[in-house]
């Protein structure tokens, strides 16, 4: 299986983030891309491609025009306002309050386009993000072309992004830019099943009137867990999209048993929509160490994971997601892309 990922995405570099009532040290960082980089140098798992420049077209697909431009404008802005280092927004349009007419101020434009202050931006996160967003697409034309799968080391993250706002460490979301992708390069239909421990807030939003992508998350539930205000087994779609996302929220302690029946069951919908290519977003962080998760998958249980997958028996494309236990991160990951081959 190829790997597509560039140095570039390494350039979003933040020190901190806010979190337990403390500004402490980020943990969305760079050394979670090369640790699973060198990982997959040691296993042999196959080469690793520079992604392919796919411009903002691919990108314009699924995200706002005018969130665009913000995340495009955002240092210049925040630099204008006499700024430097790291942003974080602190106001929100909350229920009552409107969010359109979009305000000039970088302080009102990063509260309008956000929904959490746990995600720092700096002067190289856009760059960054594109990159990733670029590994995702080139990942997405490997399959469409042929390959039976591909993995797009994706750093930062994509499925908290919705069409307007980032968060949960996500600016763009990388999964649905490439889904949307293969849908405009002829996929007629195309899953998105979603393993992070938190669930796909941003992905679900995007395509949650569409019946062409089908999107299903494992995730612990939003009740005691982040994002807290999307995930619910209630949310099953509007309009022509009813019927086509499907959520499994756990309750904390899910372990292999608990956690493989949703993703089983997830896997017999996948096989009633038929798709033409299953897009996994494939979060690290249900494993049982890792410091922002309280479920209990272990190492062996994420080569489970990847051979479950296979039998889809479908072009797969994997999209790094969430994971935080760098130490473990290389193992569990290529673990998961191993266990699919071997499958
Ligand atoms: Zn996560």
Known sequence: MKTVFSAGQLAHDPRHEISDGELKPAVEIPARAEIVRARILEAGMGDILAPEEFGMAPLARVHDAGYLDFLDSFWTR?????????????????????????????????????????????????????????????????????????????RPPGHHAAADYYGGYCFLNNAAIAAQWLRDAGAARVAIFDVDYHHGNGTQAIFYDRSDVLFLSVHADPREEYPYFLGHAEETGIGAGEGFNVNYPLAPGADWGVWSAALDAGLERIARFAPDVLVVSLGLDPYEKDPISRFRLTQDDFTRLGARLARAGLPTLFVLEGGYAVDALGVNCVNTLTGFEAG
Not at 100 to 111: A, S, T
């Open 78 to 154: 925040w630099t204008e306002a006499g700024r430097g280092g790291e942003a974080f927004p602190f106001v929100w349009p909350v229920r009552g309050l409107r969010a359109d007419p979009v305000p000039d101020h970088i302080d009102g434009l990063l509260g309008r386009y956000s929904f959490d202050a746990g995600t720092p931006m700096g002067e190289e996160t856009f760059a960054a993000a594109r990159a990733s967003a670029n590994s995702a697409l080139t990942g997405a034309r490997l399959v469409a072309g042929g390959d039976r799968a591909a993995f797009a080391l994706c």
